[in-house]
């Protein structure tokens, strides 16, 4: 079984641009979470997808959004980029959205804001 | 404060060595769950615990719900162990809470 994929895997913008990501869950996966992880931050929580419909959404600004298809796939789009938007974007998929499920991780795509 | 603490930050070690890494929280939780992640971004997904205790060859987490921690176990430490590990929790949904990882370095 293929595992959790994400396009591109390195991405340089500059500030003000808009970025699209893409995450291919697993399949028979529904629900993929987004996560940034930056030196100072490490890893924090963007949003979760199951079903196409936003599940949870952690503390970031309205520039980050995110959609999910229905297939599964999920894409991310982060609108005007700032410089502290370099990072490394992770998605993951699991099988449904309840509680505690095993996550698969992709291998993530990094971000370079000039 | 994080809702997740780990400890130590970073550890070093001679190949052979027993390794014990921490973790503690601070809010309810519907599982815990152990990642490795290796230079150049991949994570592994090592363990996901709600009570007790796993073990998965060399590799042994326990969690103690009441006290709120939990403890990654690597016994026979090999080089090819060398990662960051970072510990998770997981509450509504699939939202994860990080601890802020551990830098291992076994030495041969």
């Known amino acids: 079984k293929a595992g959790v994929t994400q396009t591109p895997r390195y991405l340089i913008k500059t500030r003000g641009q808009q970025v699209t990501l893409s995450c291919s869950p697993i399949s028979g996966h529904r629900s993929v979470s987004w996560y940034q992880q930056t030196p100072g931050q490490g890893l924090q929580f963007l949003f979760e997808?199951?079903?196409?419909?936003?599940?949870n959404k952690g503390n970031f600004p309205g520039r980050f959004s995110g959609r999910q298809f229905s297939n599964s796939r999920s894409e991310m789009n982060v609108s005007t980029l700032e410089l502290g938007d370099s990072a490394l974007y992770l998605c993951a998929s699991s099988l449904t959205s309840g509680r505690g499920n095993e996550q698969f991780f992709g291998p993530g795509t990094r971000l370079t804001v000039l | 404060k994080n809702e997740v603490e780990q400890s130590p930050q970073n550890l070093t070690a001679q190949e052979g060595e027993f390794i014990t890494i921490n973790c503690s929280y601070s809010v309810g939780i519907s599982a815990l769950h152990w990642l490795q992640q290796h230079p150049g971004g991949g994570i592994v997904s090592l363990f996901m615990l709600s009570s007790g205790k796993k073990k998965h060859g060399r590799l042994i987490a326990t969690i103690n719900i009441q006290e709120k921690h939990s403890s990654l176990h690597i016994t026979a430490s090999h080089p090819r162990d060398s990662a960051v590990y970072i510990c998770?929790?997981?509450?509504?949904?699939?939202?994860?809470?990080f601890g802020t990882g551990t830098s291992l370095t076994v030495i041969p």
């Open positions: 997808y199951f079903s196409e419909t936003q599940r």
């Open positions: 998770a929790v997981s509450r509504t949904g699939n939202q994860f809470y």
